[in-house]
């Protein structure tokens, strides 16, 4: 009962509401945005609906020319129809026994190009790992485990335990592999390790793919997933199990070898369309410290009209990523009715996050706001929308500064703060605040905590394994009417409370001595330090 009372006032006192919360995601994820896919109808139809909502709030456009967007570049690339994949002569059915992502514009047709099995796929010199030294992987394709080999090792092996480092991405792996000389690369899936079921990427297996333009060639041809059954059967016909080829590929002196007599072809055809999407940018200028920002992010996009699930083709992107827009507008419209803080707050949202971080990695290459003189980047990309909790969820702990800050601003709030419990899952490294966090910027992202009020942890993390495997990156991914945002409210007010601390003050967050990002924030600390 003491808990019920302390959050119900700790909610009534934020300037954030539920409701106004509610009605954006409402707006939002309804069917007639489409979706909201970059370059699609509903781009347009969302772009419209955020500038009227931060116009309304008081806000300044913050984008390109005065007006409230930043230009982005892109260019899609949709598969045709007709498109392969055969593993050792049998074809397999793509979005059920295998996942396929062709890498270059107009016809890809590989024939019988052969197996290599390349561990973890790691190349790490800190560690000594390298999967590919001395190893020719001219034409051949590398099958790779997923995540890094501490996962499930149950001792240090140089990384960082049970969470994933930046060299265990899938992305990371896979431009290992083309610098080794592969011309594609299969990874093996498994739940656990990958931190979603094979049925979330099946059911995404046809939808488009962007790129920054200009539009390049990839030395990979092809990339894919092989469902877990079909990776073990492969196995097998080496002799081979995946248990004993994990801690074979967990010494650093491991190599690639062939998998003698296994070959791939892929063929398929993708289709390339240049597209303009744009960043929704808005501000609210600071008084006597307004040439230094604290910026605000989500990203507005989801999946779009792509690829139907049971007759449903709109993804229309519910809690991914309309919930998180929300508590962006709703702390705008907090921020404009407070008294003007002193340094400049800058709200951004992001086009193209699903496919790659595109938007965001897009304005921190070319910035509106000086990144030097960015105190913080707060990120807010929310996974489940779950009722009210006694916590909040820390995403990447352990590297800025500003952590302390959360904590103790959430402990006013009668929140504590815990750590993100799928650290395996790499979640720092896939979303939008990486994109500033690699460029020196400190970035930070949490998210409403599954301890929750009524349930505790059990009723908090089936809520999660249900969101993960039913409707994350699907059609199903709806708005519903029974959803409270109470747990939204929460982590929407602590990163107001945040924010504010931080444009009325003087101090620049900074990252945790060793952190691997921190000497490229050191390399700007002049343009800090005149100001």
Do not use: C
């Not at 390349?118 to 590919?132: E, Q, S």
């Not at 335990?161 to 899938?170: E, F, L, N, P, T």
């Not at 720092?428 to 998210?447: E, H, L």
């Amino acid at each position: 009962m003491i808990l019920h009372l302390l959050a119900a006032a700790a909610l009534a006192a934020s300037p954030i509401t539920a409701e106004r919360i509610r009605t954006d995601v409402k707006t939002l994820s309804s069917d007639a945005f489409g979706g909201r896919g970059p370059g699609e109808a509903g781009e347009a139809k969302t772009i419209a609906y955020l500038a009227a909502q931060f116009a309304a709030a008081g806000l300044q456009p913050g984008g390109e020319h005065g007006g409230w967007v930043q230009d982005v570049p892109l260019v899609r690339l949709d598969r045709e129809s007709g498109a392969t994949l055969t593993l050792d002569g049998t074809p397999l059915t793509l979005g059920r026994d295998a996942a396929l992502s062709l890498r270059n514009a107009g016809a890809t047709a590989v024939t019988d190009a052969p197996l290599v099995f390349a561990g973890f796929g790691i190349v790490d010199a800190t560690t000594g790992f390298d999967a590919y030294a001395g190893v020719d992987m001219a034409g051949k394709v590398a099958v790779v485990l997923a995540n890094d080999p501490d996962f499930e090792a149950g001792r240090d092996l140089g990384f960082e335990g049970r969470r994933m480092v930046y060299a265990g991405r899938i992305g990371v792996k896979i431009e290992a592999a083309a610098k080794a000389g592969a011309i594609g690369a299969l990874i093996i899936h498994e739940d656990a390790a990958a931190s979603y079921p094979f049925s979330q990427i099946g059911s995404g297996d046809a939808l488009p793919a962007m790129v920054p333009a200009p539009l390049g060639v990839s030395a990979i041809r092809f990339s894919g997933w092989l469902q877990g059954d079909v990776a073990a059967a492969l196995l097998r016909r080496h002799g081979l199990t995946l248990a004993a080829l994990k801690e074979r590929a967990r010494d650093p002196h491991f190599r690639a070898f062939a998998l003698d007599g296994s070959s791939v072809s892929v063929a398929g055809t993708l289709r390339a369309t240049p597209v303009v999407s744009h960043n929704v940018v808005a501000k609210l200028p600071g008084t006597t410290q307004a040439g230094e920002t604290v910026l605000y992010g989500a990203h507005w996009d989801a999946n779009g009209t792509n690829g139907p699930v049971n007759g449903d083709g709109i993804r229309n992107g519910a809690v991914d990523n309309a919930t998180g827009t929300a508590e962006v507008l709703e702390i705008a419209r907090a921020f404009a009715h407070a008294p003007r803080p002193a340094r400049t707050v800058v709200f951004a949202l992001w086009t193209a996050e699903e496919k790659g971080l595109l938007g965001s990695d897009y304005y921190a290459g070319h910035p509106l706001y000086p990144l030097a003189t960015t105190a913080l980047m707060i990120n807010l990309d929310p996974h489940v929308v779950l009722p009210a909790a006694k916590d909040i969820e820390l995403i990447g702990g352990g590297r800025v500064s500003a952590e302390a800050d959360v904590r103790r601003i959430a402990a006013a709030q009668d929140l504590r703060v815990d750590d993100e419990p799928a650290v395996e899952a790499g979640w720092y490294f896939r979303s939008d605040q990486f994109s500033f966090a690699k460029r020196g910027v400190p970035a930070i992202t949490f998210r409403a905590g599954r301890d929750l009020i009524a349930g505790g942890f059990a009723a908090g993390s089936a809520a999660v394994a249900d969101y993960n495997v039913h409707r994350y990156h699907q059609p199903s991914d709806e708005f519903d009417p029974r959803w409270t945002f109470a747990g939204t409210v929460q982590e929407a007010s602590v990163a107001f409370a945040l924010g504010l601390e931080l444009a009325n003050g003087s101090a620049w967050p900074a990252w945790n001595a060793g952190g691997e990002y921190g000497t490229l924030r050191e390399a700007s600390a002049a343009e800090r330090l005149s100001r």
